[in-house]
């Protein structure tokens, strides 16, 4: 088995097929090189098989010896080597997982300098400067990755050397002055590191591949690809390439580009330039950027030809693409290609523009594929309703959507106020990896540096936050910014408009986003490919959400949750009935909750008419319903407690449960309390009676929570049929009503079969099967201990937010396996907060599950899975 392979390396597929064992990065490197004889320099991939083998083992035996191979080659098609006193080889050495992974993994560039080369450099290209500002960006970057120097360190001290040149831009300091901060750096990595800077070249690369190897392990790479739901064990290859020079001299610049724009979709090159710079000043955001169209008049014919390639780029990947390059002198090189991530409005338009554009003729399926859960969430995302307050500032519009929070500027701070419950803004000059977990946790970003292929830009758009970034104006201390005057201190409001770049002090008022017509042709095709199949539901539990349900595309409501509309001024009510000491006294509040859980059901049934409803009977315990006990105790004790309120204690007292997670809730309590149950259902059929009237087409189905057994199940059924039938004597006609179950606990599902010849449908209640299976109690485990468990490996996935295959999967497998044996027309449904979830449900599909439920705000994202589950199946 090799370990390495050169970029023109001849594949027995065509290279981008091979992402799993070159990386992506590496992949498209490779088929630019050999498919499309773009101008690439040259170099080579270590696969993630190597890194991988790292990973359990070290540095792999047969892995020096490739290395070794590969380096004679690149230096034979360079006509350089690698420490050369006259010409000297430089190579960078960069991450490419299978993934994408923006920013969350380790480069270095300029490898191959030290004390001796930088000299050769200086002599070959007859430029100290050009070499001694490389050397410098070399020492910075390795010492960081390879060495764990901090970044800032370095930052600080040529901060002091701009300052002390007196010059403005990095461009700008002169050779001797950077000749000095060479020095200044180096003695920083002795005193930091307690060794000198290495001058091996051979030992650089070797300690470059290992440091990014480990980076596939760095915390935040973990917590990206946590978010994201990439696999831990994958791996990421290496890429060690020619450098080429985009600060060589004013000819020479660099930068990133999308052959499309990838915040609105509109068919026009966008992206960012800079002159005489490299690469990783673009994306860092450390200097203020160029627009990409500035090369018409900085740099015509280059310009053609990278909009020539861009073309040739995108009709071979039939996508919008996102591409790195450098010009070095006059000459354009191409450093990477990959598929452009977008917002949530590009992708939809880009998908639809490119089933009609006759270059790339996507089909229907293959639109539908590209849309991503977080792509539809943006669609879904609120915007400013006016804004009609006066701007603090404005900066690049680099990520769409509103948000409003109160300022904080380190990601820790954002974390710990998210903790406490408020909603915050993260402001930074410029976001780096390090600050991902204070991103994922803010409404916003804003950053008074960058351009619109920063890091803060490129990440918020992947994750559908919000952000503002190369804010000029603002002038960002520890605690507070200011900007025309005016000073923002941390805690303070502000409101952020991600489309246009506005920044304003205070909280404006957000109303639901404006989707384009294109959503609406990806639903309809998305509904066009499911055909009938794996439909979906929503959760509502009053009117309005299911109006907006059925606004979203719902076929039905598969969880209505009666215990909600118990609560708010209802409360006194439910309390009554607890605390009836008399039979009749609890049939009076029964009376009273039926008048309205009628008009209740009876305006849900009005919002979903012809669409089935599925009402679950009352589930939680009735210690829900009555006061805090820990809250009343002092009251008590000092005597403040009128009699009602001694009432109230004493019931909650009664009903209080050690574990209430598994006391006297579902149908353990209607056994208890009948009327309850037969209060609720006689509601319903009163509601479907009251339909039926007007000419309605009500469709409902009675769901008995928590069963673990058949005899639970019938004995509860008769109650229910009894109501039924007194029902449709009154009404004079057949109400044609389904009686069924949720499958939440393990033994229900074991036991489907013998449940299932009692029973009209099953409906997975993926929550609570969730915590049984695992023991887990959802409350308490989802914070520390389940990101402790994600780091460290210890489970693939949060299983509350995607079905764990082999364990809750394979008990609703087994359920719907048993339920179909006995009935093979039963209807299966899922209704938990998997039912929304696109990785979950293509597992649904595969069981053959006939339906999923979800809030009604994730109608959209589970109508576009299950499309796409029957897509893959169909592929398969």
Not at 97 to 115: Q, R
Request: charged share 25%; glycine share 10%; net charge negative.
């Amino acid at each position: 088995m090799s370990f390495a392979y050169t970029f023109d390396h001849s594949h027995d597929r065509a290279p981008r097929e091979l992402r799993g064992l070159l990386g992506g990065k590496g992949a498209n490197l490779a088929e630019m090189t050999a498919v499309l004889d773009l101008p690439v320099p040259p170099g080579f991939t270590i696969s993630t098989d190597a890194c991988r083998d790292y990973m359990e083992g070290g540095w792999p035996e047969a892995l020096t010896g490739e290395v070794e191979s590969m380096v004679t080659w690149l230096e034979t098609e360079r006509g350089q080597r690698l420490g050369d006193l006259n010409d000297p080889l430089l190579v960078s050495v960069r991450s490419g997982a299978k993934f994408s992974m923006p920013g969350m993994m380790d480069t270095v560039l300029n490898l191959g300098l030290n004390d001796d080369t930088v000299g050769a450099l200086a002599r070959a290209t007859d430029d100290d400067r050009f070499a001694f500002d490389s050397y410098r960006r070399f020492i910075q970057m390795y010492a960081n990755v390879v060495m764990g120097v901090p970044s800032h360190e370095f930052e600080r001290r040529f901060e002091g050397a701009r300052r002390f040149a007196m010059v403005e831009s990095d461009a700008e300091v002169p050779a001797d002055v950077l000749d000095m901060v060479i020095r200044h750096f180096k003695n920083l990595v002795q005193d930091h590191a307690g060794i000198p800077f290495p001058q091996d070249p051979e030992e650089q690369l070797r300690n470059a591949i290992e440091a990014v190897f480990r980076s596939w392990n760095s915390a935040r790479a973990r917590a990206y690809r946590t978010r994201e739901r990439i696999a831990h064990d994958l791996g990421t290859a290496v890429n060690v390439q020619a450098m080429v020079f985009g600060n060589r001299d004013e000819n020479s610049g660099t930068g990133v580009a999308f052959t499309r724009n990838p915040a609105d979709g509109q068919p026009v090159p966008y992206g960012d330039f800079l002159v005489n710079a490299q690469g990783e000043d673009v994306v860092a955001g450390i200097r203020n950027t160029l627009p990409l169209d500035s090369m018409t008049e900085l740099f015509p014919t280059i310009h053609r030809q990278l909009l020539g390639y861009f073309e040739v780029l995108e009709f071979h990947y039939r996508d919008m693409l996102d591409i790195e390059f450098t010009i070095e002198q006059g000459k354009l090189w191409l450093l990477q290609t990959r598929v452009g991530k977008r917002s949530g409005a590009a992708a939809v338009m880009l998908a639809v523009a490119m089933t009609k554009d006759d270059r790339i003729k996507l089909q229907p399926a293959e639109a539908v594929a590209r849309i991503t859960e977080d792509h539809v969430d943006q669609l879904l995302h609120p915007q400013f309703e006016t804004n009609e307050s006066v701007e603090l500032t404005r900066g690049l519009g680099a990520s769409p959507g509103a948000a409003v929070g109160k300022v904080y500027f380190t990601a820790d701070d954002c974390l710990t106020a998210v903790n406490e419950g408020e909603q915050v803004i993260l402001v930074r000059q410029e976001t780096s990896p390090e600050d991902v977990h204070g991103m994922e946790v803010a409404e916003g970003i804003l950053t008074s540096r960058g351009g619109l292929v920063s890091h803060a830009a490129v990440v918020a758009r992947g994750w559908g936050k919000p952000a503002v970034v190369g804010a000029e104006e603002l002038e960002i201390g520890e605690s507070g910014f200011t900007t025309g005057g005016v000073t923002v201190n941390e805690g303070d409001t502000i409101s952020l408009d991600g489309s246009s770049g506005a920044v304003v002090l205070g909280e404006l008022t957000m109303t639901d986003a404006d989707r384009p017509p294109e959503f609406d042709q990806i639903l309809a095709w998305a509904d066009e490919i499911r055909g009938g199949r794996l439909r979906v539901r929503a959760n509502a539990d009053t009117a309005e959400d299911a109006a907006r349900a059925r606004e979203f595309g719902a076929e039905g409501i598969g969880l209505c949750r009666t215990e909600h509309m118990f609560l708010g001024e209802r409360l006194p009510l439910v309390q009554r009935m607890i605390l009836a000491s008399a039979p009749e006294d609890e049939e009076a509040a029964l009376a009273e909750l039926l008048e309205v859980q009628r008009e209740d059901f009876e305006d849900i049934l009005r919002a979903m008419d012809g669409l089935p409803v599925t009402v679950r009977l009352l589930d939680p315990p009735l210690h829900e319903f009555l006061p805090n006990i820990e809250e009343m105790l002092v009251p008590e004790a000092t005597g403040r407690l009128d009699e009602d309120e001694r009432n109230l204690l004493e019931a909650a007292r009664s009903w209080r449960e050690q574990n209430p997670m598994l006391g006297i809730r579902g149908v353990r309590l209607g056994i208890l309390k009948d009327g309850l149950y037969r209060m609720q259902v006689r509601a319903l059929m009163e509601a479907a009676e009251r339909r039926l009237a007007v000419g309605g087409s009500p469709e409902v189905e009675i769901m008995i929570p928590l069963i673990v057994n058949r005899q639970e199940f019938e004995y509860v059924r008769a109650w229910v049929e009894d109501e039924i039938t007194t029902a449709e004597h009154r009404a004079g006609r057949t109400l044609h009503v389904s009686i069924g179950t949720m499958i939440e606990t393990p033994r229900a599902a074991v036991t489907a079969a013998d449940i299932a010849a009692v029973a009209d449908f099953f409906s997975f209640g993926t929550n609570d099967l969730t915590q049984m299976t695992f023991g887990f109690s959802r409350d308490d485990v989802e914070g520390r201990m389940m990101q402790t468990y994600l780091d460290h490996g210890l489970l693939p996935r949060n299983p509350f937010e995607s079905i764990d295959r082999d364990g809750v999967g394979e008990l609703v497998s087994m359920g719907a396996a048993g339920g179909r044996l006995m009935n093979p027309d039963m209807k299966l449904g899922v209704c938990g907060e998997h039912g929304g979830d696109p990785e979950s449900i293509r597992l649904f599909h595969e069981i053959g599950v006939d339906y999923v439920s979800c809030s009604p705000y994730r109608v959209p994202v589970a109508r576009i899975a299950a499309a796409q589950a029957v897509i893959g199946a169909e592929d398969e």
